[in-house]
């Protein structure tokens, strides 16, 4: 069975650093791209980042290029997101999550399979 479990999250002030963690387990994911997703009070499930887990190709939504960074550690089994320069409109519940696919980068919920439970982003002003 299939686990994700999310980290890392907490309060930042605006401008600050937070590093989250997806650790994964249940199957092996060469096959699989993991991704963030974010989700804010009101609004939609919106993409964040993607990785494939054996190319370590990458994409981002643009509003995140150049402040976050995804990465994976596979000797870990786990997916990391540093989210640097961080600002108010940050703040939101990020889920980790898994599908099947080659290509990073076309990305909607609707095409992950698996999903983690969620970590609190609060940014501060």
């Known amino acids: 069975q299939v686990q994700l479990v999310e980290s890392g999250g907490g309060l930042v002030q605006a401008g600050g650093s937070l590093r989250l963690s997806c650790a994964a387990s249940?199957?092996?994911?060469?096959?699989?791209?993991m991704a963030w997703f974010r989700q804010a009070p009101g609004k939609e499930r919106e993409f964040v980042a993607a990785?494939?887990?054996?190319?370590?190709?990458?994409y981002y939504v643009d509003s995140v290029k150049g402040r976050f960074t995804i990465s994976r550690d596979t000797a870990r089994n786990t997916v990391y997101l540093q989210m640097d320069s961080l600002q108010l409109e940050d703040t939101a519940v990020y889920f980790c999550?898994?599908?099947?696919?080659?290509?990073?980068?076309?990305?909607?919920?609707?095409?992950?399979?698996?999903w983690g439970q969620g970590t609190q982003v609060t940014v501060s002003s």
């Open positions: 999550a898994a599908a099947r696919a080659a290509s990073v980068v076309r990305n909607t919920p609707r095409m992950y399979d698996y």
């Open positions: 249940g199957r092996t994911f060469s096959n699989y791209k």
């Open positions: 990785i494939h887990w054996s190319s370590g190709n990458t």
